[in-house]
């Protein structure tokens, strides 16, 4: 069978357990500049369920599909990068839907391996020509990536965050997970999707974007990544709900407020305009969407409102632990700079760095490049338009080409490599 994405119906994290291959249907969309990191998202997620097995992309379109109110088709560039990535990201099976194109019923314009002009088109052409190349990829065939950052996400969570009579309608699970994301994704950092309950053990980074609903065992777990020396980084409204979706009487995050260094009060949603706040740390900037009236216990203001009703109050906590490790609590919607500072902070202080050395915040992949290493093959993918430089120390062969570096590599166009290392 198989799943698809972040479905909102169904708990994957209890179904996943019961099938014999974690599979999955990705389709994404050519008129979506964020499409490619979606899709890696997805794809994490999968590993995720799949406890960091190999999973299997069951579904893909090989260009256009027929459901969205506007179909644009793939590139045959597109399409390769799409099936790559999934390999990248742990995949031992690249699969499209569908074998021959329908001439009749829902799905007619939904375009296939050998669409309605047959054979001697531009999609089978391409399809073919990456089916060839897969089988240079055999290597990585049943080997894991190696990560050390964790992305937290729970169905439960989700259902409850977004039932009716909230203080915001805007404030938006799968929003806060894709923010959280990108800028662990620009800077080539592999993370697993997980479940707060799931092993944390092997992770210095924990990202948990919005958790409002917590049980008291997840809870502790998400607390022992401080304890014994790790990094954990909550985003806003998180903690507020037991496992029956019932609030937490007392000072949110009521689970987690000892350990960040602050507590709130009461959930403050901002006007269109937004709030200024002020940071030493990480540069003025204005807060939208979101606030929390918070205050410092013994952690620290990492950045504070400087208006409205807020003025003056924490924004952002952060506490360090006697065991070495930080808790954070973003109680805001920052602008994607200074989240990806914050991100990038968390990072650094757990020592985790991108798959090509980068630390977020050091730098990031030029724009548009992708990094994913599983196994020994480091994966690069340019999902741009425009050609870019990316200088590597090491010596690689390309196993798409047989090319050899010589200290960076070039990538064209909606380019791909699949770079091994050699000797001198």
Same mark, same amino acid.
């Given at each position: 069978?198989?799943?698809?994405?972040? %479905?909102?119906?169904?708990?994957?994290?209890?179904? *996943?357990?019961?099938?014999?291959?974690?599979?999955?249907?990705?389709?994404?969309?050519?008129?979506?500049?964020?499409?490619?990191?979606?899709?890696?998202?997805?794809?994490?997620?999968?590993?995720?369920? @799949?406890? =960091?097995?190999?999973?299997?992309?069951?579904?893909?379109?090989?260009?256009?599909?027929?459901?969205?109110?506007?179909?644009?088709?793939?590139?045959?560039?597109?399409?390769?990068?799409?099936?790559?990535? @999934?390999?990248?990201? =742990?995949?031992?099976?690249?699969?499209?839907?569908?074998?021959?194109?329908?001439?009749?019923?829902?799905?007619?314009?939904?375009?296939?391996?050998?669409?309605?002009?047959?054979?001697?088109?531009?999609?089978?052409?391409?399809?073919?020509?990456?089916?060839?190349?897969?089988?240079?990829?055999?290597?990585?065939?049943? +080997?894991?990536?190696?990560?050390?950052?964790?992305?937290?996400?729970?169905?439960?969570?989700?259902?409850? *965050?977004?039932?009716?009579?909230?203080?915001?309608?805007?404030?938006?699970?799968?929003?806060?997970?894709?923010?959280?994301?990108?800028?662990?994704?620009?800077?080539?950092?592999?993370?697993?999707?997980?479940?707060?309950?799931?092993?944390?053990?092997?992770?210095?980074?924990?990202?948990?974007?919005?958790?409002? !609903?917590?049980?008291?065992?997840?809870?502790?777990?998400?607390?022992?990544?401080?304890?014994?020396?790790?990094?954990?980084?909550?985003?806003?409204?998180?903690?507020?709900?037991?496992? $029956?979706?019932?609030? #937490?009487?007392?000072? %949110?995050?009521?689970?987690?407020?000892?350990?960040?260094?602050?507590?709130?009060?009461?959930?403050?949603?901002?006007?269109?305009?937004?709030?200024?706040?002020?940071?030493?740390?990480?540069?003025?900037? +204005?807060? +939208?969407?979101?606030?929390?009236?918070?205050?410092?216990?013994?952690?620290?203001?990492?950045?504070?409102?400087?208006?409205? $009703?807020?003025?003056?109050?924490?924004?952002?906590?952060?506490?360090?632990?006697?065991?070495?490790?930080? @808790?954070?609590?973003? =109680?805001?919607?920052?602008?994607?700079?200074?989240?990806?500072?914050?991100?990038?902070?968390?990072?650094?202080?757990?020592?985790?760095?991108?798959?090509?050395?980068? @630390?977020?915040?050091?730098?990031?992949?030029?724009?548009?490049?992708?990094?994913? #290493?599983?196994?020994?093959?480091?994966? !690069?993918?340019?999902?741009?338009?425009?050609?870019?430089?990316?200088?590597?120390?090491?010596?690689? #062969?390309?196993?798409?080409?047989?090319?050899? +570096?010589? =200290?960076?590599? #070039?990538?064209?166009?909606?380019?791909?490599?699949?770079?091994?290392?050699?000797?001198?």
């Amino acid at each position: 069978t198989n799943f698809m994405s972040f %479905f909102h119906l169904t708990d994957y994290w209890r179904w *996943a357990p019961e099938v014999d291959v974690v599979a999955d249907d990705s389709y994404g969309d050519p008129a979506d500049a964020d499409s490619p990191m979606r899709q890696g998202l997805a794809h994490d997620l999968m590993r995720g369920l @799949a406890g =960091g097995a190999p999973w299997m992309l069951m579904e893909q379109a090989v260009s256009a599909v027929p459901w969205r109110p506007h179909n644009l088709p793939k590139t045959a560039g597109s399409m390769r990068l799409d099936s790559l990535r @999934a390999i990248a990201r =742990g995949a031992d099976g690249s699969c499209f839907f569908q074998w021959r194109q329908s001439a009749f019923g829902a799905e007619r314009f939904h375009w296939a391996l050998v669409p309605h002009a047959g054979p001697d088109t531009q999609v089978h052409r391409g399809v073919r020509a990456h089916g060839a190349e897969l089988r240079r990829l055999d290597r990585v065939v049943g +080997t894991r990536l190696e990560t050390r950052a964790a992305l937290v996400f729970d169905w439960s969570s989700w259902w409850a *965050a977004e039932e009716p009579a909230k203080p915001s309608e805007h404030l938006r699970v799968l929003d806060q997970l894709l923010a959280y994301y990108r800028p662990l994704w620009r800077a080539g950092i592999a993370v697993d999707v997980v479940h707060p309950g799931g092993d944390l053990s092997g992770y210095d980074l924990v990202v948990a974007p919005q958790l409002f !609903l917590v049980g008291d065992d997840d809870a502790r777990n998400l607390r022992a990544v401080v304890e014994r020396g790790g990094v954990l980084l909550l985003g806003p409204y998180s903690g507020v709900a037991d496992i $029956d979706a019932h609030i #937490r009487l007392g000072r %949110f995050p009521v689970p987690f407020a000892d350990l960040v260094g602050g507590s709130g009060e009461e959930y403050c949603p901002l006007p269109d305009t937004g709030i200024p706040v002020s940071s030493s740390m990480l540069g003025d900037f +204005t807060a +939208t969407l979101w606030g929390e009236r918070l205050r410092v216990d013994d952690g620290e203001a990492v950045a504070t409102f400087g208006g409205g $009703d807020l003025d003056g109050l924490p924004a952002v906590l952060r506490r360090r632990a006697p065991s070495g490790g930080e @808790a954070w609590y973003v =109680g805001t919607i920052p602008p994607a700079a200074a989240l990806a500072d914050i991100v990038a902070r968390c990072a650094r202080s757990a020592g985790v760095v991108g798959v090509t050395g980068l @630390a977020p915040g050091d730098g990031e992949l030029p724009e548009g490049v992708e990094a994913v #290493r599983r196994g020994d093959v480091l994966f !690069l993918f340019n999902t741009s338009t425009n050609e870019c430089d990316l200088a590597l120390p090491e010596l690689y #062969r390309d196993l798409l080409t047989g090319a050899e +570096t010589t =200290g960076s590599v #070039r990538l064209g166009p909606r380019g791909a490599l699949a770079l091994i290392e050699r000797t001198p």
